[in-house]
Structure formats: C-alpha cells, structure tokens
C-alpha cells in the first residue's frame, strides 16, 4: 500500500516547456488535490477532483491544467513553464470526511 | 469559505518545556480540524486530529483541544525534542470536504 506517488521528484526546466507532474494513489478515494508551496510559505490550492471526470480550479490555476480519468490518476499539467512556477508541488488523496494523505512532492525549477 | 489563522507564527522552546500552538477558524460548520506536521524538505504528514464532538484528544505526547464556543482549537506538545522541530500547519474542514489551511507555525527545539 503506497498511499500517494508522485513522479519526477525533481525536475529542471527551461522557460517556454511543457511538463507533466503524475500522481498516483492506491487508496480508492475520490478527492483528489494538487498544492505548490513556496520557499517558508503555506500551500496554495492549484487544482482539485472530486472523482473520475470531474475537476475544479483552486485559488491558483493559471499556467496549469489537469485531467482525472481514473480513480487512481491525477496528472498536473504546466504549459509554457515560468520562473514564477518554481516551486515545490504537492498531490493529495483524501477519503471523506478524513484528512489529506500528501505525496512526496516535486521539486521544480524553471530557469 | 473557511478562514483558518495560525499564531504563533515561530515558537522557539527549550527542550523537554512544552509548546502550544493555536488556530482559530471561521465557519462554525466545520467539523473536523487535522494537524499537519512537516520536516524540513518532507511532506506534510498528518499527526493529529480532533472532531467536533471531542473536545480533547491526546497521542502519547501530542494532544489537541477543540472551544467550539470561541472557534479555535491548538496543539500541545509537552517533553519536547529535537525531532520535534518543524512547521506544524492546522486546519479546518469546509462544505464541500475540502480543508482550509492555516499558514503553519515554525516550532524550534533549541537543545
């Protein structure tokens, strides 16, 4: 039982790529989330899922994009990466009524 | 929505004294209210959480209590240790199942 996995780790991109950050979970819980976090600051939501098909925007969206096609995935896409889009990001799982179970991250810097 | 606030933001602690965080919140249909503690460079790891019809909980040496009444709930720490230094973020269920975070504390274990 993984609970979240998150691949690539790191990453290093170039200003105007594309990437895509994949996120995993083994849980079966429908909501789904996807936080960056700053250097010394808090978690800003960027994208959400309730569950297979459905997704929403958070307080930060702009430059990315998700899709949920599965229970299991929820893949965050960045177009035209920016430097301000250096960041560490977080996917989260959670059953309801019961806390985030956060993956491991991705450390991405954009130069 | 929710508004979850955080004080203090750093607390530094002489080791084996006790520190207490507080958050205070908003919406008084919130129900479940979880803490967060994360490493330096780690995840966010849940620690702790508490429901709306408890007013304490206690886990070894982490406990939290819940004033419904003044809408605020804090984290006890006693007989603290180096490896309890980290950031320690609160947080508050909204509506919808989603948490509402606080913006997280710095705890400094000075040995």
């Known amino acids: 039982n993984a609970g979240v996995t998150q691949t690539p780790k790191f990453r290093i991109l170039k200003i105007g790529q594309s990437m895509t950050l994949q996120c995993t979970q083994d849980?079966?819980?429908?909501?789904m989330y996807w936080y960056r976090q700053d250097p010394g600051m808090g978690l800003k939501l960027i994208y959400y899922?309730?569950?297979?098909?459905i997704t929403d925007k958070g307080e930060v969206p702009n430059g990315y994009n998700v899709s949920r096609s599965t229970t299991e995935d929820f893949p965050l896409r960045l177009e035209l990466a920016a430097p301000s889009q250096t960041s560490v990001y977080f996917c989260?799982?959670?059953?309801w009524g019961y806390g985030y179970t956060f993956g491991s991250g991705t450390r991405l810097t954009v130069v | 929505g929710e508004n979850v606030e955080q004080h203090p933001s750093t607390l530094s602690v002489q080791e084996g004294d006790s520190a207490v965080i507080k958050c205070t919140y908003s919406?008084?249909?919130?129900?479940?209210f979880p803490w967060y503690k994360q490493e330096l460079g780690k995840r966010p790891q849940l620690i702790i959480d508490?429901?709306?019809?408890?007013g304490e909980k206690k886990d070894q040496r982490i406990a939290v209590t819940l004033n419904k009444t003044a809408k605020h709930f804090s984290l006890h720490i006693t007989e603290t240790q180096p490896e309890d230094s980290a950031v320690y973020f609160c947080?508050?269920?909204?509506?919808?199942?989603?948490?509402?975070f606080g913006k997280g504390n710095q705890v400094v274990v000075i040995p």
């Open positions: 947080a508050a269920s909204e509506g919808n199942n989603r948490l509402a």
């Open positions: 919406d008084s249909a919130s129900n479940y």
């Open positions: 508490i429901r709306s019809n408890v």
């Open positions: 849980m079966n819980h429908n909501y």
């Open positions: 899922s309730v569950g297979a098909g």
């Open positions: 989260a799982a959670q059953g």
